[in-house]
């Protein structure tokens, strides 16, 4: 088989993929409220980045956390999971959540680490991630 020939039944497949969840979108649109807060969550998510008032602590604390970067890697797969519940995959839905779950844990872990590494030798500082201990 040639690359073209590859690539075209490539494309059918996923033709016809796009057609199936399209009609899924279709009916849970029509028919389920919430699916409308969903697609509202997409439209409207660039709002959970800052506006110019709080745009320097933004860059400055959020950006040099492992809790920011997580915040800011997790941003596209939210949407996705709006996404993928909005098609009807559940349970890709659930798996990518808790992903999300497992990162944020995993993130304010390591930044507790860091904070007692600096306690000890600075003293007084309070710790953020006293809720893991």
Avoid at 20 to 28: D, I
Avoid at 60 to 75: E, K, P, Q, R, Y
Wanted: hydrophobic share 40%; net charge negative; charged share 25%.
């Amino acid at each position: 088989m040639t690359p073209q020939k590859n690539f075209e039944n490539l494309k059918r497949l996923l033709d016809s993929y796009v057609n199936c969840l399209y009609e899924v979108v279709k009916e849970t649109y029509s028919s389920c409220d919430e699916a409308i807060i969903l697609v509202e969550f997409i439209n409207n998510s660039i709002d959970l980045f800052p506006e110019n008032k709080d745009k320097e602590y933004f860059t400055d604390v959020v950006i040099h956390s492992i809790s920011g970067t997580i915040l800011l890697n997790s941003f596209k797969l939210t949407q996705w999971i709006s996404f993928e519940v909005l098609c009807g995959k559940y349970f890709e839905a659930m798996r990518d959540l808790r992903f999300i779950f497992e990162g944020c844990v995993y993130g304010s872990l390591i930044e507790d680490l860091i904070e007692n590494k600096i306690l000890k030798r600075l003293g007084g500082l309070d710790l953020k991630a006293e809720i893991f201990k």
